[in-house]
């Protein structure tokens, strides 16, 4: 089993920006790719971000290319999504996950095994 605790969320102002953590306890850290998704009001989840393992492999959705950054300290068992020029509609609940297994890109909730209980995040304009 593998425990994940988001935490960084909270209420900012568009093009302000915010760092969510994801601490993961339980087993080794490394074994596992990590995602980040997020799920507004109303509408499905949605992938976002992916890093592998060692953190040399990264993935981003292109609404947030260029403007989030994923990254993982194995040492420390987290994994973090730096987001930056935050707009209203980046408001959402965000979520980290874990999957193991040959790295790809995997951006179908299905294809993860643990969950962590989600941050919300608000970005009023």
């Known amino acids: 089993q593998v425990q994940l605790v988001e935490s960084g969320g909270g209420l900012v102002q568009a093009g302000d920006s915010l760092r969510l953590s994801c601490a993961a306890s339980?087993?080794?850290?490394?074994?596992?790719?990590m995602g980040w998704f997020r799920q507004a009001p109303e509408k499905e989840r949605e992938f976002i971000a992916a890093i592998n393992w060692s953190g040399g492999s990264t993935y981003y959705v292109d609404s947030v290319k260029g403007r989030f950054t994923i990254s993982r300290d194995n040492a420390k068992n987290t994994v973090y999504l730096q987001m930056n020029s935050l707009k209203p509609e980046d408001t959402a609940v965000y979520y980290c996950?874990?999957?193991?297994?040959?790295?790809?890109?995997?951006?179908?909730?299905?294809?993860?095994?643990?969950w962590g209980q989600g941050t919300q995040v608000t970005v009023s304009s």
């Open positions: 339980g087993r080794t850290f490394s074994n596992y790719h």
């Open positions: 996950a874990a999957r193991a297994g040959v790295w790809a890109v995997a951006r179908d909730g299905r294809a993860y095994d643990y």
